[in-house]
Each structure stands twice: as C-alpha cells, then as structure tokens.
C-alpha cells in the first residue's frame, strides 16, 4: 500500500471519539473505503464515501474527505472495546497498512 | 450464496513445494481480485480478472505464482517452488461488472505457511 498511508496505532478509551486518518496519492476511483479487521476475521467493508462528497454519516461512523488534500478520515463516535480491530483505509482496490485501535476499558 | 469461499482456509508447505489455492467467488460477480497480506501490512493486490481474463498483474507476482480463471467462474492461484517469503494471508475478492467501485467481498482467505 505505498500509495496509501495510515497511522499504524491508535489507542482511546471506551467512551471517547476516535478519529483514524488516511492520506492517498493518487484516485481515479470514484469511492474510498474504510475496512474493518477483527483477529482472525475476514476483511469487512464498514463504510465508504463517494469521491465528489466530503461528508458521510453512518450511524457512530463519520467519513471526511478532503480531495484537495487526499486525506481521508474516519472517526467513531463512543468507541466500544468491540471496536478494537484494524482499519484499513482503500483507494479502491489499493489499501493502506492498516490502523490498529485499541481501546481500553 | 453464501458470499466468496477459499479453500483450504490453511495451507502448510515444505519449502520448495507447489501449492494451490482455490477461491469461488459471488456468482453473479464477474470481477475476481488477489491479494496477498503479510503480518501489520495491509492486502497488497496481485492480480484479478474480469470472467475468464486476466487484465491486471503486479510486479508482486513473480514467475512462480499464476492465476488462472479457466471458466469465469472459480479462480485458482499456484505458487510453485513454495520460498519461506510466501508465507502470508492470501485473499480472494469479487464484484460486480462495475468494479471495486461496488462493494467488494472478500474471502476469509487462505493461510500458507513455509516451514
């Protein structure tokens, strides 16, 4: 995933807002994707913004993009410890090294 | 349908072996992906194919991995002369006609290991 690039660890405690950051080099997609990785786990898609919107909300889940800047985010809002996973940012089928959360109790 | 399967879902090989891997996909979906992941790193794409071509290939694929898709339908992935450098998660996924640009399912992927 050179051409995508996360943040490799991220810890909050239950209860707070966590917020993982992506920046990507280059994207002809017209989507970007957040993934979701438990141990053990397939890959699961958790939520995807289309590439002309700069806002998505999904319940806890809240995507930002800025194109300008090829930045993606993703915040959760009252991370839960079942939230612990990796999350993988993907500019299309190009995916990041993955962000570890972890969230303490 | 129960979603993409790959099979076996754990391989152990002696180096220098041949392996297989099969991967069925979505039946309605023609798009067909590989990917490789290694331990902290994320899927690092290997190739896919659009029914029965293979359209995209990484430099990842060295000569001793081929994929094949005879019929459009389940793909194989062959690594042969097995290096203790394969060891990895190798996932399978599918979409639509349209692309990754739909939701992508993946496998649980198969998990080699080179002793």
């Known amino acids: 995933g050179e051409d995508v690039e996360q943040s490799l660890f991220l810890s909050v405690r239950e209860g707070d807002s966590s917020v993982i950051n992506c920046t990507y080099t280059?994207?002809?997609?017209?989507?970007l994707y957040w993934y979701k990785q438990e141990p053990g786990a397939g890959l699961q898609l958790l939520t995807y913004?289309?590439?002309?919107?700069d806002m998505k909300q999904d319940q806890r889940l809240t995507v930002l993009l800025n194109k300008k800047d090829k930045h993606l985010s993703l915040r959760i809002a009252d991370t839960q410890t079942g939230d612990s996973a990796i999350y993988f940012c993907?500019?299309?089928?190009?995916f990041g090294a993955g962000t570890r959360l972890t969230v303490k109790p | 349908d129960t979603g993409v399967s790959q099979d076996p879902r754990h391989k152990i090989t002696k180096r220098g072996q041949n392996v297989t891997f099969r991967c069925d996909p979505i039946?309605?979906?023609?798009?067909l992906y590989w990917y490789r992941q290694t331990l902290g790193q994320g899927p690092e794409f290997l190739t896919y194919f659009q029914n029965e071509a293979q359209l995209e290939k990484s430099r990842l694929l060295s000569d001793r991995f081929s994929a094949e898709r005879p019929k459009g339908s389940f793909s194989t992935l062959e690594i042969q002369r097995t290096e203790q450098g394969d060891s990895a998660m190798y996932l399978c996924a599918s979409s639509s006609d349209r692309g990754w640009d739909t939701e992508a399912f993946f496998g649980q992927g198969t998990r080699l290991t080179v002793v």
């Open positions: 913004i289309f590439s002309n919107m």
């Open positions: 993907a500019d299309g089928p190009r």
């Open positions: 280059d994207s002809s997609s017209t989507y």
């Open positions: 039946s309605e979906h023609n798009r």
